[in-house]
């Protein structure tokens, strides 16, 4: 079955630049999603077609492509950025939704 | 502004049936711009995409769990429903229903609270 891979965990410094990459073979044929959810909340969405984001999500978060890897980038972390973060896209012939395992940012 | 809402029971006994309901409000079911999908998530885990039904009764499931969902939907009611049939424990979660993107295939944009559905004698 397809899978997307994230790394498990990702730290960063208020301030500073995180990064969370997801990988996937399939991910230059489809389009590819970000999702951030925080504890006793459902996910969001945060970036859409790999680079594009939602009226109302803040420009510190932002999605690149480069081949089979996808780079979610929040630039300038805050607190209220810890949560978990996932990636989402479709099995390479389009029909089956696949999510990544999910990275959590932890802000030091 | 689209609104989703799951109901149905919290616990249900190892191999009977997961049932859920999805009630949609701010959008129509039967619209054919989006299709209505059931996702779930063990407790501390990753998310799991359970299957999708379109406007028109077509179904995709995810075929890891094929051969004990349905996804139905009830249009009058603007609801479409779950059943997942001889659950486990490890069928324990939070099942959440989403509206899931045609044109942008695969964005899912409104979710639900996502109650938890314990599978427990």
């Known amino acids: 079955s397809y899978e997307l891979t994230q790394p498990p965990s990702v730290s960063v410094s208020p301030g500073q630049t995180a990064k969370i990459t997801c990988s996937g073979d399939a991910l230059p044929n489809q389009y590819a999603f970000w999702y951030q959810q925080k504890p006793g909340q459902a996910p969001s969405l945060l970036i859409y077609?790999?680079?594009e984001r939602p009226s109302g999500i803040p420009e510190r978060f932002s999605g690149s492509s480069a081949g089979t890897t996808l780079t979610l980038t929040i630039s300038g972390v805050q607190a209220e950025d810890e949560a978990d973060y996932y990636c989402?896209?479709?099995?390479?012939?389009?029909?089956?939704?696949?999510f990544g395992g999910g990275t959590k940012l932890t802000v030091l | 502004q689209v609104q989703l809402q799951e109901s149905g029971p919290g616990l249900v006994k190892p191999s009977e049936t997961l049932s859920l309901t999805c009630t949609v409000s701010g959008d129509s079911v039967s619209g054919g711009t989006y299709s209505w999908s059931w996702i779930r998530q063990p407790a501390g885990k990753g998310l799991e995409w359970i299957g999708r039904?379109?406007?028109?009764?077509?179904?995709k499931y995810n075929p890891s769990l094929k051969s004990r969902v349905t996804i139905s939907l009830d249009t009058p009611k603007n609801q479409f429903s779950l059943n997942l049939r001889s659950v486990t424990a490890a069928d324990t979660a939070l099942y959440y229903c989403?509206?899931?993107?045609?044109?942008?295939?695969?964005?899912?944009?409104?979710w639900g609270q996502g109650p938890l559905v314990t599978v427990s004698s």
């Open positions: 989403a509206r899931e993107g045609i044109s942008i295939f695969g964005k899912i944009d409104y």
């Open positions: 989402q896209s479709t099995d390479s012939s389009g029909t089956y939704v696949v």
């Open positions: 039904i379109y406007s028109n009764g077509q179904t």
């Open positions: 077609k790999d680079i």
